[in-house]
């Protein structure tokens, strides 16, 4: 049965006081997140573990210590282990997230509340800390920074022959556990269900070896191992269509579980045979949003960098909105490798939020669009400080060397410290969660973590200058 909050225990009285000398942003948090509509918002979500979860069954973890948990664990960016571990030996962090001297539920039950709870509501929870951020007067919503970043999925670098060794690796897998069930009706199951994966990794590791030699005879012996490598991944998909077909006459949940991994994996070995036919044997380009880079990742994308080191990333580019006081209003992942058109998206979700537009409005001209000037004017920015796109006119180039503009567009650059902040101390630098709902989970919680972070920071700094004062 989900219940809502284990009972307060006195003995954690003189606890807030300790809290605040040693951790004051610690116990604003405290009083910050003792809001009714965040609860609500998050119970809606883990009441849909079971059927019955809400009213029925025994006690569960409560549901403000599943916030408050998972929030610490973004705010100091510790895995769920090191977070379980971190609260249960730590007196001030049970009082913080109301465990008491309750058992801290350990990192597995952790990940499968955390795993419960959808993008959307992360999304709702950070426009109420948003308004949350107006009430302490942390933000007004007067200036509006526009900017996106690659967040890297976790995936090793992308090659034709790792991806037809994982191809191979994971269908193997798949069909060595499909191999005690069909062998209860079927005679020719261990043949059936036969493993090419060694021989798969012996042709990779001579491509290895031959690709560190020099000459040009090595193109052609790369082509003939490829091949190679190509002919065993099309034997094991024809063996996991078998298997497939195999599993369809069984009636046993495990036999149907494992029919379903066939067929979530199989389209995506097939992509990888004909990419790697066409760009290797063929010699022929495949264009970027059709390649897959992983088959456990398949949405991640090839990002271009633009700048020093690495000419691209593999993740999502992801574009953020900040206001005043660090708050981070907006996070979009995007479909394309590109920002085109983000500053109009960025105005309409600041008027939902704060009911009026920003005075001023500035990014980079990679969001701007052939319309933004024109539409951010009309709505009522003052100041749009996106630079022009190709050719400009003398009358824009006059604009765009303005004291006002070049004083706007300055402060755009307080995003990028912003980025490198969420990379850096909130784990935007890669994501650890999986898939592109785990992806959004894993932005929303960073982001949700870095707002109210900001908003202790504030008041806490606040309070000091009135003691100074």
């Known amino acids: 049965m989900l219940i809502d909050r284990y009972a307060p225990e006195d003995v954690f009285a003189p606890v807030p006081e300790l809290a605040g000398q040693t951790d004051p ?39 403000e210590a599943i916030l408050r948990l998972l929030l610490v664990k973004h705010l100091h960016n510790w895995s769920f282990q090191e977070t379980q571990e971190r609260v249960a ?16 539920p350990d990192d597995t039950t952790l990940i499968r509340w955390s795993q419960l709870i959808r993008p959307e509501t992360l999304e709702a929870l950070n426009e109420r800390v948003v308004q949350l951020a107006v009430q302490a007067r942390v933000t007004s919503g007067r200036k509006l920074r526009v900017d996106a970043t690659c967040v890297p999925t976790t995936i090793h670098h992308p090659t034709d022959s790792g991806l037809l060794v994982d191809g191979v690796r994971v269908l193997s897998r798949i069909l060595q556990r499909a191999k005690p069930v069909l062998a209860q009706t ?8 036969q493993s090419h994966l060694r021989s798969a990794r012996r042709i990779a590791q001579s491509l290895h070896r031959l690709l560190r030699r020099k000459g040009e005879e090595k193109i052609e012996q790369q082509r003939e191992l490829y091949q190679r490598l190509v002919e065993t991944t099309e034997e094991m998909v024809q063996q996991a269509e078998r298997v497939s077909v195999a599993l369809r006459r069984r009636k046993e949940q495990g036999a149907q579980h494992l029919r379903d991994q066939v067929g979530q994996i199989l389209p995506l070995v097939r992509r990888v045979i004909t990419q790697t036919r066409t760009r290797v044997l063929e010699g022929k380009k495949v264009a970027s949003e059709e390649k897959v880079l992983s088959l456990f990742e398949p949405h991640t994308r090839v990002i271009p960098r633009h700048k020093g080191g690495a000419d691209v990333e593999f993740g999502r580019l992801v574009t953020l909105d ?5 708050i981070i ?3 979009e992942v995007l479909e394309q490798p590109n920002e085109h058109g983000q500053a109009e998206a960025a105005l309409a979700h600041h008027q939902k939020l704060f009911g009026h537009p920003p005075r001023i409005l500035a990014g980079d001209r990679g969001v701007r669009s052939p319309t933004t000037q024109r539409t951010l004017e009309e709505t009522g920015v003052k100041t749009v400080a996106i630079p022009a796109v190709g050719k400009v006119s003398a009358q824009r180039r006059a604009v765009e060397r303005s004291p006002s503009f070049r004083r706007a567009y300055r402060g755009l650059a307080g995003i990028e410290g912003r980025i490198n902040s969420l990379r850096r101390d909130y784990g935007l630098r890669r994501c650890a ?8 989970r894993w932005l929303g919680w960073g982001i949700l973590a870095n707002n109210v972070d900001h908003i202790a920071q504030a008041q806490v700094t606040r309070s000091r200058k009135k003691q100074a004062a």
């Open 329 to 331: 209003t907006r996070f």
């Open 322 to 326: 900040e206001v005043e006081g660090g």
């Open 433 to 440: 969660y999986h898939g592109m709902s785990g992806l959004k």
């Open 186 to 193: 079927r005679n020719d199951a261990a043949e059936l269900c």
């Open 89 to 104: 030996d730590s007196l001030i962090l049970r009082w913080f997230c109301r465990v008491y001297f309750r058992r801290v």
């Open 25 to 63: 942003e610690l116990k604003i948090l405290d009083v910050l997140l003792d809001d009714d509509q965040l609860f609500r918002q998050l119970k809606a979500d883990l009441a849909r573990r079971f059927p019955h979860t809400a009213d029925r069954g025994r006690h569960s973890t409560p549901v």
